[in-house]
């Protein structure tokens, strides 16, 4: 429930972001958000112990890659069709990887789970006959979602050598102040200069981003690493959804039998 709970959230505060007029700006202002949280809780939990300092890098380093991915994939392509795509992609390249480069045997229901998110990612690519104007936009998705995998590694292997609060809020007190300094650098003290609501609705999404966060950490010290991190790409029927009524976006049938498909075979994944 814990991770479903988490699922919810993190589809939520990824409408708040395609959904800011400003999507820039937005992701700026999540980011000071999550980097105010982490140094209290910087504050609050101290050093963390030796030997860890690298996932801390890794995984900031790794998180304002997939932000950046994140913010191309919401600026190219539609919310319910770039969403489903970035996290489908995540647990399936998690699983190809531990068959081609770990040579580790997956059970007869993962491997029919890795056929099905691929076919369900795939339908979603092809869904609408996409031209060259979307390639970019699926490749940032896509992108998006093999850092997704990459981080989710690395927090899988943190969380058990580091208190959860600790490691949290280190990663985010580092990718939240670096990232608004890139955007700044990038595009200048204007691009807070928003109407109220707006920074209120960015500031509020940085707070959901990293209750979200949370509880996917705490959830990968009580279970394994495959079956949280797939469980938690549930969130793609949320997103899907989510597309649908709050953007208007055209979902449609056949989209969203893909998305679905895509979370069975996540499923399938989580329970072999």
Do not use: C
């Not at 939520?12 to 980097?35: S, T, Y």
């Not at 531990?98 to 369900?120: D, M, P, R, T, W």
């Not at 927090?155 to 600790?166: S, Y």
């Amino acid at each position: 429930m814990v991770v479903l709970g988490a699922a919810v959230l993190h589809a939520a505060w990824n409408a708040m972001a395609h959904g800011a007029p400003d999507r820039v700006a937005g992701l700026a202002l999540f980011e000071i958000a999550a980097g105010v949280i982490g140094l209290v809780a910087v504050l609050v939990m101290g050093l963390p112990p030796g030997g860890t300092r690298g996932y801390i890098i890794a995984s900031a380093l790794l998180h304002l890659a997939y932000l950046g991915g994140l913010l191309a994939s919401y600026q190219l392509g539609q919310f319910s069709q770039m969403y489903p795509l970035a996290r489908g992609t995540s647990p399936w390249v998690v699983a190809v990887v531990s068959i081609v480069v770990l040579h580790q045997a997956l059970a007869a229901v993962e491997l029919a789970g890795v056929l099905l998110i691929s076919a369900g990612l795939i339908a979603l690519v092809f869904i609408g006959r996409p031209g060259r104007r979307q390639l970019p936009a699926l490749m940032a998705a896509v992108g998006t979602g093999l850092m997704i995998a990459s981080y989710t590694v690395v927090d899988g292997l943190a969380v058990h050598k580091m208190p959860v609060l600790t490691y949290m809020g280190w990663v985010f007190m580092l990718q939240g102040f670096a990232m608004p300094l890139v955007v700044f650098a990038w595009r200048g003290p204007r691009v807070l200069q928003l109407p109220r609501a707006a920074v209120l609705s960015g500031l509020a999404g940085g707070v959901v981003s990293m209750i979200a966060y949370g509880l996917v950490l705490w959830a990968q010290t009580r279970g394994t690493l495959a079956s949280i991190a797939a469980l938690r790409e549930t969130s793609i029927i949320f997103g899907a959804i989510i597309g649908a009524v709050f953007f208007g976006e055209r979902f449609g049938p056949r989209r969203a039998l893909a998305a679905v498909v895509v979370v069975a075979g996540i499923v399938l994944i989580s329970t072999g």
